[in-house]
């Protein structure tokens, strides 16, 4: 008899499965990563089988039978891949499990299929009829020319047809039965349809540098090795060519691909180079698709009739077989990091699923994260395809007290200014959103919070709103001070949407195009507005962080970081890394074309080593200088951090909750590891939050006592009034 082992798709924590359910004969085809139709308990539910198994300890009366299978199952390699992230995560078999099910299978919720399609084909007796010159009627005749005339032999979808001869369906069928056409029922595919934003390049010839990168790949590839690679090339080295060439080696041994990038905004650009190179075998998956979109793409990748899928993070769990090659592009970027349960990060994933498919995996990046510069092997782009020097990073120190020229220094008023006179296009990069930060009172020093989280609340002018950026939270701009009643309010600081004000008066008559979350809303999403800027003559891109990553345009003469340290000062041992990648990238971006370029980097920390490196464009200098820090302080990649975080509606509980957990956790952690906190972290959404921070050399053993510990919290009532999440590595 066989056995079924299903993992039901349920949100409870504390649930253990599989559960065996007993085979009936109709059911023959069902394997590992079929997704059935279960009876559990007085419910029904879907869940994955994990495994086949010849018996059971239950009794076989005590076995349900499962009650359908669906069309639509997983890989068996992608069951294995979601169960070993749910656990390396930190998170439940069933939610691991959701990472890879085919697009709508989800736990609830309505279920997607494949779309039929009436299609309408001229038989051999049509075409006589219509060379022939037999009886037939206007309608009937256009039919006949409209499908003699389409490409591809005669057969059209019924609906382009109707549009084409003018058809109904009545001719249709009167044709139909004359045997002059064949009516059918077919699959149709849908396809997302993407608008490439970015320049294209222009003739390839490679660099010496880009074959020898390029050589290392495809001979790896070529001897079916299990590799692991770090580009490190800086902006312009022309690192895309070099993935190309991998992967046109691994499709030409049929073996598939999977390219990550760190936006669904950059898979535009991506997605048309690759389509470019290799047509129809490249599909797309992001979450931005429509469910039938992104059904029948990920069929596309199931069936093999695509090999290689761009995507961001969660493509990582694409359905390609024989994977040969995976790409990380631009891996310094943290969105690689899942926000939700399972908190993965894609790249580690990625690794783990190379490796199991003896692929090649290539991070690549002009700004590599210190993990990857310690342990991966590196082939070096050093030098721009174009063959121009990185630009000039002139660092302006705004220490000084003179404030009238607000948040630009005086230096960049200039080359404002000159950009407007001469035309070309400027980068401007602000990562703060809004008109003001703060709002105070001028007579009593009263600020403006969120009443659900501490924090400040930020004033946005185009809907006269004070918000909170962590929870939504919104309330009218005030009038006057409730604690005083004074009305001389003060707006201190500035943000995207008050740059944009400022730039568009200092600019005129060129245009200013704003990208942070607020804009994309209003003018068309992201890729509008990048368009617009490309389209344009000349012109400034205003925007938070989006504006540094991965857009190619050639003939951006100036970038500005205004306020370079922001980055810096949150309290996180990444912060270096990021304002170090944040600064480098936007340089990068500028002087590429003919006119040159120009880097302008505002900060109140000049002396700090990111911010000085990142001005000598100096990767490898800074990186050896991080390590170092690292090492010192026991960070990744020296060692493994796990944060347990808890949140309750009551100050008290939150407190309870990290306490109970520290101790269970201080008896079941491997030797050497240490346990920090439970310390307070900012009030957000009305929740108090705690943190215990774990920093370990034996990620395994921490992760497993965790699991255990949060698990038996989860069974008994020790987490009444809180909830938990786990973070592995996080970011
Ligand atoms: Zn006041
Ligand atoms: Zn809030």
């Known amino acids: ?63 349900a039978e499962p009650l359908e299978a669906l069309e639509a199952g997983v890989p068996a390699e992608l069951v294995r891949l979601g169960l070993w992230t749910a656990r390396e995560y930190c998170s439940t078999p069933s939610r691991g499990l959701q990472l890879v099910l085919p697009p709508g299978t989800g736990s609830g919720g309505r279920r997607v299929g494949p779309r039929l399609e009436r299609r309408v084909a001229l038989t051999g007796a049509g075409r006589d009829a219509l060379a022939g010159g037999a009886r037939l009627g206007s309608r009937q005749r256009a039919v006949l020319e409209a499908l003699a005339e389409a490409n591809g032999g005669g057969d059209l979808p019924a609906r382009q047809l109707a549009v084409a001869s003018g058809s109904d369906s009545a001719t249709l069928r009167r044709l139909e039965s004359r045997g002059l056409v064949e009516l059918r029922q077919e699959r149709a595919l849908r396809r997302p349809r993407v608008a490439a934003v970015g320049d294209a390049p222009g003739a390839i010839r490679f660099t010496a540098e880009q074959e020898d990168a390029a050589a290392t790949i495809v001979g790896a590839i070529g001897r079916g090795e299990e590799r692991e690679l770090l580009v490190h090339g800086v902006t312009g080295s022309g690192k895309t060519e070099v993935y190309l060439r991998g992967a046109e080696a691994a499709l030409a041994r049929d073996r598939g691909a999977i390219v990550l990038v760190p936006e669904i905004a950059l898979t535009p650009q991506t997605l048309a180079r690759f389509r470019e190179r290799f047509g129809d075998v490249v599909a797309l998956l992001h979450s931005a698709l429509r469910e039938g979109e992104r059904y029948d793409e990920w069929e596309r990748l199931r069936s093999g009739a695509a090999r290689l899928c761009v995507g961001p993070r969660s493509a990582v769990f694409a359905p390609v077989s024989e994977l040969g090659l995976i790409v990380i592009d631009e891996e310094h970027d943290p969105s690689y990091k899942q926000e939700g349960d399972p908190r993965y ?64 220094h005086p230096a ?23 008109w003001a930060p703060h709002l105070s009172c001028r007579s009593c020093g009263h600020t403006w919070g969120c009443p659900r989280c501490d924090v400040s609340l930020v004033v946005h002018r185009s809907t006269e709103r ?14 006057s001070c409730p604690e005083c009643g004074s009305v001389t309010l003060a707006r201190h600081g500035a943000g995207t949407e008050r740059l944009e004000s400022l730039l568009s008066g200092l600019l005129d008559p060129l245009p200013v195009f704003r990208l942070d979350s607020d804009s994309a809303g209003r003018g068309g999403g992201h890729p509008e507005i990048l368009a617009r800027f490309q389209d344009a003559e000349a012109g400034v891109l205003l925007g938070t962080q989006m504006v540094a990553k991965g857009h190619d345009f050639s003939d951006v003469v100036l970038s500005v970081v205004l306020d370079a340290d922001a ?12 304002a170090f990648a944040l600064i480098a990238q936007l340089a990068g971006r500028s002087g590429r074309g003919e006119a040159g370029g120009r880097v302008l980097v505002q900060t109140l920390a000049p002396d700090a080593p990111a911010i000085e490196a990142a001005a000598r464009h100096d990767a490898p200098g800074f990186l050896a200088g991080e390590l170092e ?30 306490g109970g957990l520290r101790s269970v956790l201080e008896g079941a952690l491997p030797e050497g590891s240490e346990l920090l906190g439970p310390a307070p972290r900012v009030r957000l959404r009305g929740r108090h939050r705690r943190q215990l921070l774990l920093k370990t050399g034996d990620r395994g ?24 999440s786990v973070d592995v590595d996080p970011q």
Not at 469 to 477: D, K, L, Q, S
Not at 702 to 716: I, L, N, Q
């Open 466 to 479: 004070l918000t909170c950026h962590h929870c939504g939270h919104a309330e009218p701009v005030p009038d």
């Open 629 to 658: 820090r690292r090492r010192a302080l026991r960070y990744p990649p020296f060692a493994h951090l796990v944060r347990v975080e808890l949140a309750a509606g009551e100050a008290a509980d939150a407190d309870r909750v990290a």
């Open 412 to 434: 960049t008023r200039k080359a404002l200014e000159a950009l407007r006179a001469e035309g070309g296009k400027g980068i401007l990069l602000l990562n703060r959103r809004g």
């Open 701 to 724: 053993a921490t992760v497993a006592a965790v699991r255990d510990a949060v698990e038996a919290a989860a069974r008994g009532r020790a987490l009444r009034g809180a909830a938990l």
């Open 345 to 408: 990060d894609a790249r580690h994933v990625a690794r783990r699923r190379a490796a199991e498919a003896g692929a090649v995996l290539i991070a690549g990046s002009a700004t590599p994260r210190p993990e990857s510069w310690l342990e991966l092997p590196r082939l070096e782009l050093s030098r721009r395809v174009d063959g121009r020097e990185l630009p000039e990073v002139e660092v302006l120190d705004m220490r000084g007290d003179d404030r009238r020229g607000g948040p630009l």
């Open 1 to 63: 008899m066989a056995i079924a082992k299903v993992e039901p798709l349920t949100t409870a924590r504390a649930l253990r499965g599989p559960f065996d359910y007993r085979l009936p004969e109709r059911m023959e085809g069902v394997g590992v990563g079929t997704v059935l139709r279960v009876p559990f308990g007085r419910r029904r539910v879907l869940g994955v089988v994990v495994e086949i198994a010849e018996r059971s300890e239950l009794p076989p009366e005590r076995l």
């Open 567 to 578: 980055a810096l000062r949150f309290p996180d041992f990444r912060a270096e890394e990021r």
